[in-house]
């Protein structure tokens, strides 16, 4: 079958294009910018925007499945890129899919689509939205660009809509590293005395690149899933990846609310320093720590995440190997 893939070269696109091709795909592999070299046939490199409309439907055509990936990840409380980008851009691709005649695209979009603060603690696909002008440009974002594809559905489009939690695990290649990825390597090496507490749904990114497939093939039309995976707090996990880089781990938690009442001071040394880690949008998500059902994927898409600990493991292998989960006899397939 031919498939597109939006964000092809990013973090979950790089693992979403192993399993398409693991399964027979041909597969386009959008990104603004692609690989000098390529080594896989089954893959087809080019260029695309997708706030350009008349880009989208030459690099779409033919494809009868679109995974559209691309979206800009940021945790300020402004940002006129990501809102573009996430909105414009996702109704953009979702215009060029219906003039392409794809037969189904699947959206990535993010649970921060779904407001944190306002669920009660516990999120499934009926929470309340991101609609609150306060919310952080990412998640404000995300859930505009879900209301821009459901236009383009009631003209015909047949989507599904995806809503991973926290995404991580190998493999990730990078430039920096997602943030989590990041702090447990640093674990892994014995680098974290200290973890802000709280916590978050935290899920394998091979799992949503899963999730996404079985979405395509089992999902309904217009119909979200959530793809989580465990709640787990940063600071078993960062002792997780200690213990599997042989060092020790984290001995002690900071409060979350201590460190946000400092944020005022915080937030402009973090802007001076060039991270966006330091900010209320960081400390807000582990602060509410929400429970994310994701009881809806399994029942109806068969997804199945695996264990925290597995990902920890794999991943802290990853560091030391890069090449130690990419070769024949060691592919897991999920």
């Known amino acids: 079958m031919k498939v597109a893939v939006t964000g092809a070269a990013g973090y979950l696109g790089t693992n979403l294009l192993r399993l398409l091709v ?5 597969v386009t592999a959008i990104d603004r910018v692609t690989p000098e070299r390529t080594e896989d046939p089954g893959i087809t490199w080019v260029s695309g925007d997708v706030l350009d ?29 990501a809102w573009k980008v ?33 669920c009660g603690g516990r999120i499934d696909e009926a929470a309340p939205r991101s609609t609150d002008p306060d919310l952080p440009v990412y998640d404000r974002s995300k859930w505009a660009g879900e209301v821009e594809l459901r236009k383009v559905i009631d003209q015909g489009l047949d989507a599904v809509l995806c ?12 430039k920096p ?24 749904d935290l899920v394998d990114v091979r799992d949503v690149a899963e999730g996404l497939i ?7 039309t217009g119909e979200n899933y959530l ?33 946000s009442g400092l944020i005022p001071v915080l937030e402009p040394i973090g802007k001076l320093l060039g991270t966006d880690i330091l900010s209320k949008a960081a400390l807000g998500a582990l602060v509410s720590a929400p429970v994310v059902d994701h009881g809806k994927a399994e029942r109806e898409l068969g997804y199945a995440p695996r264990p925290t600990d597995e990902t920890v493991r794999d991943l802290v292998a990853f560091f030391a190997d890069p090449d130690c989960l990419t070769r024949p006899d060691t592919r897991r397939i999920a």
């Open 163 to 174: 809503n991973p939690t926290g995404v991580f695990g190998p493999l990730d290649f990078c």
């Open 22 to 26: 693991e399964r027979g795909h041909e």
């Open 177 to 200: 590293l997602s943030r989590i990825n990041r702090t447990l390597r640093d674990a892994a090496q014995g680098r974290v005395p200290a973890m802000i507490g709280g916590g978050f």
């Open 214 to 220: 079985l979405a395509g093939e089992r999902g309904r």
């Open 227 to 259: 793809l989580g995976g465990e709640m787990i707090s940063m600071l078993d996990l960062c002792r997780i990846a200690a213990a599997h880089g042989g060092k020790k781990g984290p001995k002690f938690t900071i409060s979350p609310k201590l460190v």
């Open 86 to 118: 996430n909105t414009e851009g996702v109704r953009v691709v979702a215009e060029a899919a219906h003039a392409a005649g794809v037969r189904r695209m699947v959206h990535a979009s993010s649970i921060h689509a779904f407001n944190q603060y306002s």
């Open 53 to 81: 409309p008349e880009s989208m439907r030459t690099v779409l055509a033919g494809a009868e499945v679109v995974y559209h990936l691309v979206a800009v990840i940021t945790l300020a409380e402004k940002n006129d890129l």
